[in-house]
């Protein structure tokens, strides 16, 4: 779906009418409405104050929803604005947060927008046409087709949470504003249509579902939109795995019977399957339903038939607001018309047969969404036990009619519900088992199913696997996918198999839960752990003072800017700026400055430095792109301007990876906070002081600007107090010894990280050597020591030590040559005759030539000599890998 | 039923043999891990507690294991992590991912093997897709994901750890090493290797012992055969001679391979006729094993190619090591036949250049500076690639070598 941008036609504004007011403070004119014509076609689209518009946005199949509340031009005419009131897609809502919302929205759902960050005064050329917005009740379900130009408002979105919204919420921006003589020249759907009447028009009544559980319904209905979706993506593979997840848990018992059913026997469960979501048989479940729903539903049940023929569309704009109240009562009294909300949207999503929706939103996946769904497969099987209602019905409302059976259904399903309200994994089986035995067959022909389709129609299947699915809509994708109306979408998805995409990255959870630390050392062994986060970080206020002033005043202010911090490593660069984001983070939580977007990349972490693009993006939109790709869009956000735009935090952690050759990521990186309408903060990590100077180009260098910090080297005095801070009054070291070890490390290299190692080491050096493990003492100046000499000493004195006999008599034959020839190489030739006459000294057998080369080998593996490649035989020259001072030392004190 | 009680109780003596070169073998060729590791206590100690923490207490460490070759470092941590995996508690949470940095020659390769391992949600079947860029950062998302507490701790075991030192970046080991150091996922990295220079060391030490190794199990089927056998090794570590050899081979490496290989020599010799290992054969395996292999080559060729290498070893004295060609070595070798005066050696010239370069095949010599094709082949500078003493050794050893060409090959001068 694209709307006509600017850049494709040229749009004309003119003022229409006389203006209606006038600001004197402002000098701004009031005018009632906007006209806009395109130069080629004489119709004119006519904007007013109240009515719902487009405005072009960063995305041009996404452009921005609002409702005008003003329009207001200067008094040469020049410039015209409007005054708006925002609704925002699902799309343009943060990423992290998208999941609060706990379903999946709607491709045509847009939110109430109620945060502060935006501005509301928009250019009025920016306006691409009128759109109609209906509000929708929050439990109401979405209509099930529409003109692409209709979009749905249910919730608002205050930037932090999701909120229901009432029609006179909506409502409400125009009321006090747009003024009450102006008729809308075009018909735009009133803001408010009977948000409860569209889809009681729409929605089949009558297969009630036994599960009013509402969390388990919103999970089965997201669930359903996703699975029509998927039907054409999800790949076998997708399935294979869930098959097997789905199997440890619940088909496990039913599998083992399935192992047993003929092939024959499965024909008919698949036949089953087929009549419950083909249209074609819906009239097979009709008479359960009738059956079910007795002569006084008969009549009103063909008359929504006929209803339905007539396709959805908004109801008239004269409406009576009146009926809504009632409607939407009866709506949220009837338990029984929620699980109605599903078969809606099961219908919606196959019948539209649209192409997929733009926002394609991942589906939660957890097993106990399945379970729903599977309670509804004993249904078709249940067509002469009354309680269970089956089969969809005409999609049409019988919204009255079901409320007055609802009462008696639920009399008569009054054990099942209070089952499936519980613990759903365990109802199915414990609740329809003893009904009918067939049922056992049923979820036997569920998974006896599966096996077959795999087995079945391989080539289709490979065809039609996408990203590969997901591992829960297996089973209702699989009976989606078997209706014929499915086959065409098959081709839109690619060919190969690849990555489910879709497949949620995580380490499966432990079986049992980890120990909680035993004693003191234990528990100081935590808190010393590197990765354990310090509630402060002692020592580094200036540091987080300065890069806090900084990141917040960008932030308030709007703009962007760049900031450079050097450190060695392991002196808290990465901790601090973590700490700095946290704690602004907190502040726009509770409104002391506009809220921001943090996104952190790390150069080690992508396998190319064009990869930080596609990181970026992702993180920023969800998106996911080719990393050309995303620079382009990346490029294009940060460069148009748009009225509504937070700041966002980008941390970029080891800068010196993303040096290309023609340094065009950090060039981009560095370029975009100086646009104006970026509002782009740039940080950036590096352990080297003088990298813009050293390895970026002029250009580069210059963009990144002069805001430098530099993290030093602890002392030793702070790496005591980091020490103690972290162990926080908990006695587990000997103060002397939390000196020694200070001072060692500040001597050396004032790496924190290392410090902490250092002191960890000792305190398992303490366990192991307490007596009673139960009570160790203190870690005290020896463990300390043994600790240190551990870190620090060489291991090449230590690997000579431990040498053979033959392997020191060889490192004392290359520096006897050494010394002989006055150079630091020599062929093993000449070292081996040397070898040959220490042998002699010491009293030792000879060894022969093949038995030194080997001796020589050994001592190059492990690096403490560095050869020739072997196949030059004795004529391979050798070098010392460490000090001569060193080996003799180590040799001496044998 | 008795009948089977008295085979059991006197096996034969040839079956008694094959069982016993079968369970020794299996024992020397690493087929199976000794019950304990000898001279390592502490750091198996060590690495157990460590790895043991990581299992238990989801706290992450990493672990390099430094030691020349065949120092045990692999039966160290088998034997460590055999241990570890007879404890409930750690054989349900551990998660384990074995690389080697001979087969994961690059960090693609490595990434998709941990994803396969680990089992995450991205494998189809057997098999990792995707693109580089996507996997780290799935697996990247994954341990990020889990935290210290809740989710299986995992292990690494970087095999020729150096390996991975040398991969682009060293992308896999810096975010190994940042998740074992952030609050993500626990995970133990233990990596191995024999290079010294690669990072820290965890100090890796062995005492050799010989006995243990050559004793049997208690389970030996017959008895008396055990017991005698046992004894016979005691004695046999008892004599002198056989300890000098042992010393010997001891001085020379301190690698357990090549003991076992050593050993292996000496076990083949047992046969129904001789059924314990004898002193001499003991004696003859070190012989062996200390054998010089371009000696014993030496002692294959012709006169005519062994009177070369005497050319060319008098070359080497009178030029100190420079090198030389055909044409100089064939002028050697005349100037001998000269002073003889004895037609016996008289060789055609195409013949000698047969010999030259079958000594060239056999890597005796070599060019200096590779095969260069512009040089004729009778001019193309050699260098020889044996030592003074394995000249003289093998010429002890030639079997019937002419009086006249030894004085030459012992003369001072040309």
Known sequence: MKYWTRLQVRRVYRWRGRPVGFDRRLKTQEYSALSISVDSVPQVTVISAGQNILIEGEDEDQPYVAKVLKLMGDESGQQKKALVRWFIRASEVPLSKRKLLGRDPHPQEIFYYKGRSCDDEVDAESIIRPVQVLHLDAAAPFPESCDEDTLFVKMSWDSKTFKAVTSDQVDSGSADSAPSHLKPSLPPSPPCSPPAAAPATQGPSCRVLPTPDPAVMRKASCRETWSSRSAMSAGKAGRMEAESLHSASKLSASKCLSAKWTTAARTPGIRKKLNMSSPQKLSVDQDVLDRLLNEELESEGTLAQRLSASPPRAPPPHAPPSRLTPLKTAHSAAIALKPLSVIVNRRTSSDVDSPPSPTRTRPVQTLQEKEPLLSDLPELDGENSPSLPSGAGPRTSKRMSARLVSSRIRKQLNLLENHLDSDSDRDDQDQFVPLRTELQSSSEEDSGDEEDEEAGPPKRRRRGQGGGGPRTPRSRGQTVARTPRKTPNRKATPSTPRTPHRATPSIPCRSLPARRPANILEEARIRLHVSAVPESLPCREAEFQDIYNFVESKIIDGTGGCMYISGVPGTGKTATVHEVMRCLQHAADVDEIPPFTFVEINGMKMTDPHQSYVQILQKLTGQKATPDHAAALLDKKFSSPTPRRETTVLLVDELDLLWTRKQNVMYNLFDWPTRRQARLVVLTIANTMDLPERIMINRVASRLGLTRMSFQPYTFKQLQQIITSRLDKLKALDQDALQLVSRKVAALSGDARRCLDICRRATEICEHAAADPSAPGLVGMSHVMEALNEMFSSAYTTAIRSASVQEQLFLRAVIAEFRRLGLEEATFQQVFVQHQALCRVEGLQPVSVSEGLSVCQRLGACRLLLLEPSRLGILQRVRLNVSQDDVLYALKAD | ?414
């Open chain 2, 1 to 414: 039923m008795s009948k089977r009680k008295v085979k059991d109780a006197h096996l034969p003596v040839g079956e008694c043999i094959t069982q016993l070169q079968k369970i020794l073998r299996e024992r020397l060729c690493n087929q199976q891990l000794p019950e304990k590791p000898e001279g390592v206590g502490a750091q198996h100690k060590h690495l157990l507690e460590l790895l043991r923490r990581t299992a238990v207490h989801g706290e992450s460490n990493s672990v390099l294991i430094v030691g020349p070759r065949g120092a045990g470092k692999t039966m160290l941590l088998k034997s460590v992590l055999r241990e570890l995996l007879e404890e409930k508690e750690v054989q349900k949470n551990l998660l384990q991912v074995q690389l080697n940095g001979l087969l994961q020659t690059d960090d693609r390769i490595a990434l998709k093997e941990i994803t396969r391992q680990l089992h995450l949600e991205n494998v189809v079947g057997d098999k990792v897709f995707g693109s580089f860029a996507e996997n780290l950062a799935f697996l990247l998302e994954a341990l990020k994901k889990g935290d210290r507490s809740s989710s299986r701790p995992v292990l690494f075991v970087l095999d020729e750890f150096d390996l991975f030192a040398h991969h682009k970046n060293q992308t896999l080991l810096y975010n190994l090493f940042d998740v074992s150091q952030s609050a993500q996922a626990p995970i133990a990295v233990v990596g191995l290797t024999c290079r010294l220079d690669v990072l820290e060391l965890l100090e890796k030490r062995y005492i050799e012992r010989v006995q243990t190794q050559l004793s049997l199990p208690q389970d030996f089927p017959d008895e008396k055969f055990a017991k005698d056998w046992n004894e016979s090794v005691k004695a046999l570590c008892e004599d002198k001679s056989v300890e000098e050899v042992l010393l010997r081979h001891f001085n020379c490496s301190r690698d357990f391979r090549s003991l076992h290989m050593f050993l292996m020599l000496c076990l083949s010799r047992v046969t129904v006729a001789k059924p314990v290992v004898k002193a001499a054969d003991v004696l003859e395996a070190g012989r062996l094993c200390f054998a010089d292999a371009k000696a014993d080559m030496l002692h294959g060729l012709s006169i005519l190619e062994l009177c070369l290498i005497i050319a060319m070893k008098h070359l080497n004295d009178v030029y100190e090591g420079e090198p030389f060609n055909l044409q100089m070595v064939h002028n050697e070798f005349k100037k001998f036949l000269q002073r003889k005066s004895n037609s016996m050696y008289n060789f055609e010239q195409p013949v000698v250049l047969k010999a030259f370069e079958h000594l060239q095949q056999l890597e005796l010599i070599r060019p200096v500076d590779g095969s260069s094709a512009k040089t004729q082949r009778e001019y193309q500078l050699m260098r020889l690639m044996l030592d003074n003493s394995q000249i003289m050794e093998a010429l002890q050893k030639y079997p019937q070598c002419p009086t006249d060409v030894k004085q030459w090959a012992m003369s001072a001068f040309g």
